[in-house]
């Protein structure tokens, strides 16, 4: 499975892109790397993670066109649970399965 992860480099996503590897899954990641907090700790843990089966997209996920484009290239079609609040896609670590 494909899954998209969002705040991949903050706490909760970083983990959520390790475990989802761990599994066995094929992980693509986006995070604006914004400066809420030091951005070296971000990069570090971007840093850690080696495998060839997770993807990196420095971009923000309340950007339409990039996010459109990230959805192309990456082939994905989306499914969100109903009790998603659009508004809270942003700041939110969710995950996005084909
Ligand atoms: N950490 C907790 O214990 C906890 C508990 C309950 C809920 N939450 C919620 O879960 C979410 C993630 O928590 P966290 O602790 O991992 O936070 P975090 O700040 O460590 O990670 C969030 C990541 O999202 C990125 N980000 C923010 N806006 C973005 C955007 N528009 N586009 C792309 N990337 C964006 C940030 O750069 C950051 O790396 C938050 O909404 C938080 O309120 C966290």
């Keep these: 499975m494909k899954i ?3 705040g991949s480099a ?3 996503g970083f983990h959520a892109v390790k475990k989802f590897l761990e599994l066995g899954h094929e992980v693509v990641g986006i995070d604006n790397i914004n400066d809420y907090y030091d951005t070296n700790l971000k990069e570090s843990r ?6 060839t089966r ?3 997209i420095k971009a923000d996920f309340a950007d339409n066109l990039a996010v459109k484009i990230m959805f192309l290239i990456e082939s994905y079609t989306l499914e969100l649970k109903q009790e998603l609040d ?3 896609l942003t700041l939110m670590t969710m995950s996005i399965v084909i």
């Design 54 to 56: 997770f993807k990196f």
């Design 86 to 88: 659009i508004q809270s």
């Design 46 to 51: 971007l840093q850690q993670i080696s495998s």
């Design 10 to 12: 903050g706490f909760i």
């Design 4 to 6: 998209l992860i969002s």
